[in-house]
């Protein structure tokens, strides 16, 4: 009987210690909650695993070809809305990197030499696009872009690492 009422209360105060712990540490511990603090721990972790499973499910082909015109179509829906937070060539955006968590700069080479994402497949973009990343910056366009225009930036953002055209050029660079 004694253990028994023994095991009642170790569990009650175990199941109110918990929650107690973590209303202390959101009131009065230093949670991140600015721009510039550091991450959770494991923040990242959490997020990306289950956010490439979920990509790795969905995952589409592109249904029209990287031709020119295409191409122009992406630079000019990119330089439009997306421009503000990722930048364009050789001009990285000064608010995106400013962000948390801060904006890639899909023109910039990273330190394996890659440009962007164009070591992404289309459809893997295409899927970040459309549905955009929760908790983070990235809108969803679904309801914004149509999916020829989805599927467009995304193909413009996989040839980030070729030569661009000079009408794609200036379509990115125009003010
Ligand atoms: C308000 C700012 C903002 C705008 C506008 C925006 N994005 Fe993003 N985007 C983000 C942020 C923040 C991330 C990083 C998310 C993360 O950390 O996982 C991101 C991530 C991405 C990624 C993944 C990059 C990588 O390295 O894996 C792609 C691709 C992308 N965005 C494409 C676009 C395209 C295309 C547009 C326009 C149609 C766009 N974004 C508009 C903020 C933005």
Not at 44 to 60: D, G, N, T
Not at 83 to 103: D, K, L, R, T, W
Not at 145 to 166: H, I
Request: glycine fraction near 6%; hydrophobic fraction near 40%; charged fraction near 15%.
């Amino acid at each position: 009987m004694k253990t028994g009422i023994a095991g009642v209360i170790c569990f009650v105060v175990g199941v109110l210690i918990v929650p107690l712990f973590a209303w202390s540490y959101l009131s009065y511990g230093r949670p991140p909650v600015a721009v510039t603090d550091s991450a959770f721990p494991f923040e990242k972790q959490i997020v990306r695993v289950p956010l490439h499973r979920r990509m790795e499910s969905e995952i589409e082909q592109a249904p029209i070809q990287p031709d020119e015109n295409n191409l122009l179509a992406g630079a000019q829906i990119y330089k439009r809305e997306c421009s503000f937070c990722h930048g364009i060539p050789s001009q990285p955006a000064e608010v995106g990197q400013n962000m948390y968590p801060s904006v890639p700069q899909l023109w910039q080479k990273h330190k394996n030499g890659v440009v962007g994402v164009s070591d992404d497949p289309a459809g893997e973009t295409y899927w970040r696009i459309k549905n955009g990343i929760r908790l983070t910056g990235m809108p969803s366009y679904q309801k914004i872009l149509s999916p020829t225009q989805m599927w467009q930036v995304s193909l413009l953002l996989a040839s980030a690492d070729k030569p661009l055209s000079p009408s794609v050029q200036a379509a990115l660079s125009q003010p």
